[in-house]
């Protein structure tokens, strides 16, 4: 949340957060909720006032009342774009929410573009587009004629395929995510997309690819299923995931908001999709908060021939 974004438009109700943010900093956060309080009755309808609210709330193990507010937050603003939903699911004993609302993955990416490679890479230490190359040249595809980088930011992972392509296409939520990547000069085309919503159509591609993206997706069957229709027969489909350990089920939101993901449910879904069996191998991805984060990079192709599989009463084909 940038200092723009946190203004409410009114300068007392502003000085007055600005004052209860010096508190929070200073540890005295009983003073710092009276006081930021006080700021949203005089703007009751500031959605990041609640939002700060509620953290601060939350970090005095006041979780109803951080509840309320994150409650107020998507009152205010529906379209969730601070991600309030999130905050309340990983509120519960185990969280349940299978998807990220659109706005919020938008505005964190627009807030991000900036500083994104800096703090990624530097920083983190980030390495899925690596690996994720490293692993088609160990199976030996050398070469793709059309790509598409599937959430593709600033352009990582279109650096690292680019010797491999021949026409490299970019899809991404973020406007300004996009203007990076575009100032690269290495895709062929670039399109803003929420992939919730991806239409079919369009020539297919040889080879779709997603580095650190379904952690921001959630449940996969959706964009599973359209990269299986939006792949040539033998096309591969290359990603990397967040993992979840074994007995915790198929995905798991995260207190990073970061979701993970377990190998069974991804083997699973990929064979009904109709892809072939995947190649998964695990590596750190990256570091979060000095801790190294275990990661599946999964290469998988969709099969050259149509399946047939019994269900009930009727037969499925893939796409």
């Known amino acids: 949340m940038t200092s723009h974004d946190f203004s409410s438009g009114d300068l007392i109700a502003d000085r007055r957060a600005d004052y209860a943010q010096a508190l929070a900093a200073s540890g005295d956060m009983p ?36 509840r309320d507010s994150w409650r107020r937050v998507i009152q205010i603003d529906p379209q969730d774009r601070f991600g309030a939903g999130l905050r309340l699911d990983l ?11 659109a706005a919020f993955v938008e505005t964190l990416f627009d807030q991000y573009a900036d500083r994104f490679e800096t703090s990624l890479v530097d920083q983190l230490g980030y390495r899925g587009p690596a690996q994720i190359v490293e692993g088609l040249l160990r199976a030996g595809r050398t070469r793709f004629e059309r790509v598409l980088d599937l959430g593709c930011g600033t352009g990582l992972m279109g650096q690292a395929i680019r010797p491999h392509a021949g026409w490299l296409e970019g899809y991404d939520i973020s406007a300004r995510m996009l203007a990076q990547a575009r100032a690269k000069g290495i895709y062929d085309d670039l399109q803003k997309h929420d992939l919730s919503r991806l239409d079919l159509g369009g020539a297919p591609f040889d080879l779709i690819l997603a580095a650190d993206v379904f952690i921001y ?5 959706q964009i599973v299923g359209w990269a299986a229709a939006s792949l040539t027969p033998g096309g591969v489909l290359a990603f990397t995931l967040e993992e979840l350990p074994d007995g915790e089920g ?21 064979d009904q999709a ?5 190649q998964m191998s695990r590596a750190t991805l990256r570091m979060d908060a000095g801790q190294p984060v275990s990661g599946l ?21 893939s796409a």
Not at 217 to 221: D, F, M, Y
Not at 297 to 316: C, H, K, N
């Open 274 to 278: 109709g892809f072939t069996p995947p």
């Open 31 to 66: 003073a710092a909720i009276d006081l930021m309080q006080q700021a949203l009755a005089l703007v009751p309808d500031w959605a990041a006032g609640w939002f700060r609210l509620a953290e601060w709330q939350e970090t005095t193990g006041d979780t109803d009342a951080a």
């Open 91 to 101: 509120a519960r004993p185990v969280p349940v929410a299978e998807t990220m609302p």
């Open 217 to 221: 997706v959630g449940a996969l069957e």
């Open 250 to 270: 198929d995905l798991r939101l995260r207190p990073s908001r970061r979701y993970a993901h377990g190998a069974e449910y991804v083997t699973r879904l990929l």
């Open 297 to 317: 990079t999964v290469l998988t192709a969709r099969s050259p021939q149509p399946f047939r599989r019994e269900t009930d009463g009727e037969e499925m084909a």
